[in-house]
C-alpha cells in the first residue's frame, strides 16, 4: 500500500516542492567552493520548507500544525537571505521567477496559518 499523506494534496506543499526543484537548479552552478557553505545552506533552508509543512500536516493538534507552518515561513524568509547573500557575492542569479515562486508560497503559507488560527479549512 502505498503512502498517501494528506499534506500530498496541500497547494503550498505542491509550490514548495517546486520550489525545491529551482532552487537546486539555480545552485548548481555555484563554486566548487561554496559546496559545504552556501550553497548547503541554501539547500537545507529550501529542503525545510515543505518537509515542515509536511510535519506539521501529520501532527495531531492545530496548534502544532500551525508552529510547523510558521517554521517553514521562518526557513522561506532564511532561504530568501540566503539568496540575497549569493546574488551579492556574484555566486547565482536572484531572478523574478525564482522571487515570485517564493512570494507565492508565502502567501499560501500565512492564508493557511490564518486559516487554521481562526479555525477554516482552507489549504
Sequence with gaps: ???KPGHYRLVVWQEAMRLVRQVYLVTDGMPEKERY??????????????????????RGSKAEYVRFLQIARGFLMELDTQLWLGQDVGYLGYDDGLRSAMESVLVKLNGLISSKQTGGKRA
Excluded at 552556501?38 to 506539521?56: C, D, F, K, M, Y
Aim: aromatic share 0%.
Design 37 to 58: 557553505g552556501l550553497q548547503s545552506q541554501i539547500r537545507r533552508a529550501v529542503t525545510s520548507i515543505p518537509s515542515n509543512i509536511a510535519e506539521g500536516a501529520a
Design 1 to 3: 500500500m502505498a503512502l
